[in-house]
């Protein structure tokens, strides 16, 4: 199963109104990524949260942490058009002596004006 | 800066032909991964490499070899190919093991 697995799979709201998408997992983290791909391109790197933070921003991005429940958010605030693309979380985890980073599946966001 | 190149965008093979997919990076990071994007299956990691000469298997290594001759570059090889390796190929990169990854633009490829 899954490591990383958002929630919802697919959101649609309107321009300017907050979408928060949701990452749960399941083994202990190092560190916990969203990542943004718009179709047809390549994942971006947005945000990085350790395992002994709560709390994030950068710019519109809020992520928070909590890892007794095992859980992440991503808020987007004032979400405009372009904002339209697939979010990913990736949680970085040591297996067997290496580090990895495993992807969940993604949550799609669709911005309509 | 270019960041992470990938060769070529798109590429059709017939089963059983064999192909490279090249990825180049400018930025001397030292980690490189090849991963692969299903639908509904998320990015799976194939092979990836820890430094030069380096590379370890990923979660779906089958069906497919790589090499790092030099660090900039991270070549993935499909020997035979099949119809389920059909997919779109990411390479990555990170300057520290814990960075975050600088993804190319990707490779699609269909097997038929």
């Known amino acids: 199963s899954q490591q990383g697995e958002e929630d919802p799979q697919a959101l649609s709201i309107q321009e300017g109104e907050n979408a928060t998408m949701n990452c749960s997992y399941k083994?202990?983290?190092?560190?916990l990524q969203w990542y943004r791909q718009n179709s047809g391109r390549g994942l971006v790197h947005l945000i990085l949260i350790r395992s002994n933070e709560r709390e994030k921003h950068s710019g519109r991005l809020r992520v928070t942490l909590d890892t007794s429940k095992k859980s992440s958010s991503l808020l987007i605030t004032a979400s405009r058009a372009a904002d339209t693309a697939s979010y990913f979380c990736?949680?970085?985890?040591?297996?067997?002596?290496?580090?990895?980073?495993?992807f969940g599946q993604g949550t799609r966001l669709t911005i309509n004006p | 800066n270019a960041g992470v190149t990938q060769t070529p965008k798109f590429r059709v093979l017939k089963t059983g032909q064999s192909m490279t997919l090249l990825c180049a990076q400018d930025?001397?990071?030292?980690?490189m991964y090849w991963y692969r994007q299903d639908p509904g299956m998320g990015l799976r990691l194939i092979h990836y490499s820890v430094g030069e000469g380096t590379t370890a298997k990923g979660e779906v290594p089958d069906g497919y070899n790589v090499s790092r001759l030099k660090k900039q570059n991270f070549l993935l090889g499909l020997e035979s190919a099949a119809p389920s390796q059909t997919s779109v190929y990411f390479c990555?990169?990170?300057?520290?093991?814990?960075?975050?990854?600088?993804f190319g633009s990707g490779t699609r490829l269909t097997v038929v």
């Open positions: 990555a990169s990170s300057y520290r093991v814990r960075d975050g990854y600088t």
């Open positions: 083994t202990s983290i190092n560190n």
């Open positions: 930025m001397n990071h030292e980690y």
């Open positions: 990736a949680t970085d985890v040591t297996n067997q002596g290496a580090q990895k980073l495993v």
